[in-house]
């Protein structure tokens, strides 16, 4: 008889316990800093625009975009510091190298999505779909209208021969647009070419690599060199500038998609993963989902002037202008794993 009552108590117990834990395990998924209504981002993006999305999307579901903005390594750094106590539950920057180190640094996880699968092309998107980009960015030639007619242009490649000499602007070595577009030309000719190119782009140099995109246009009109490579989007940026003085160096130079017989102009992504350890996994995905969205995407295309991913969206009457060009055809992971070897290559170069 006791030893049967001892059996019930042990059983019971054992029941308490269990639902015990069930319930801790319950709190647990829905614990940590997660808030209903609520999601954190981590951005190296800084444009009026995104700010402007991120309201329009409270707007629309009731759920807050808290925004944590630095510098994309920093912004890394962070997150790798942080690991499982982060608040951080997305991650956006401006180059598909960089997604592609917070990937191999496992700070990202997958996510399924139809919606994304319809919104962003394959090549655009990480193959695990850890990240997924959400605008385009051509890196182009910009030239002086006044001193360069553009049937003298053609390729990245010819930038490196002699009627180019002294004429060339660029920004340093260590801008990740450079290196993603020497990461680019690893994946499609190879190291010894690529390297080729960069000692090629040295030696025709019109000053020591300095500066930012904007200051490159600002050299052209200047006189200090004749041509530069750039992005699209700061053309675009400047044209609309409310400073007269941007206006007048853009409305000088003109817009040249290199390549197009070739292997295409390089284009770049800002694209946005979830994080490893988001504790508002709903929440995010659905500003991924927004911010891929046609009503998303336009406003990209209108207000930075930066080429929408989703094939739905047409490009700005501005980019338009441009005309229509040949892009790289090559999965943007191709950029984050010739990272290194690119920074090795431009030391190689003297690429300073």
Request: proline share 3%; aromatic share 8%.
């Amino acid at each position: 008889m006791i030893k049967k009552m001892r059996l019930q108590v042990f059983a019971l117990i054992s029941i308490l316990l269990l639902g015990i834990l069930a319930g801790c395990g319950a709190n647990t998924e829905g614990s940590g800093s997660e808030k209903k209504g609520e999601v954190n981002l981590y951005t190296s993006r800084h444009y009026e625009t995104d700010d402007a999305l991120y309201a329009e999307f409270t707007k629309q579901t009731g759920i807050k975009v808290n925004v944590v903005k630095g510098e994309e390594n920093e912004l890394i750094e962070r997150l790798s510091r942080e690991g499982e106590a982060t608040q951080g539950d997305l991650f956006l920057t401006s180059d598909a190298g960089r997604l592609h180190w917070a990937k191999e640094k496992n700070l990202l996880q997958p996510v399924e999505s139809k919606t994304l699968a319809a919104n962003v092309p394959e090549n655009l998107m990480d193959k695990e779909k850890e990240w997924y980009g959400l605008t385009k960015r051509a890196r182009v030639i910009v030239y002086s209208k006044d001193r360069v007619n553009p049937d003298q242009l053609s390729t990245y490649e010819n930038l490196t021969e002699p009627e180019w000499k002294g004429k060339v602007l660029v920004r340093p070595a260590d801008n990740v647009y450079n290196q993603s577009l020497l990461a680019s030309f690893i994946s499609l000719n190879g190291e010894e070419k690529a390297k080729s190119w960069a000692k090629g782009i040295v030696s025709n140099l019109a000053r020591s690599p300095q500066g930012n995109d904007r200051d490159q246009a600002r050299a052209i009109v200047a006189g200090e060199g004749d041509v530069a490579i750039m992005n699209t989007y700061y053309v675009g940026v400047m044209l609309n500038s409310e400073d007269p003085e941007e206006v007048k160096v853009a409305e000088k130079v003109g817009v040249f998609f290199p390549n197009q017989e070739t292997d295409g102009t390089h284009v770049n992504v800002s694209g946005i993963g979830l994080t490893k350890h988001a504790k508002n996994k709903e929440n995010a995905v659905k500003l991924m989902e927004f911010l891929s969205g046609k009503e998303a995407q336009g406003k990209f295309a209108e207000a930075n002037y930066e080429y929408p991913v989703n094939p739905d969206v047409q490009p700005s009457e501005l980019l338009k202008s441009w005309g229509d060009f040949k892009a790289q055809d090559l999965q943007l992971s191709e950029l984050g794993k010739n990272n290194a070897d690119a920074v090795k290559l431009f030391n190689e170069a003297g690429w300073k």
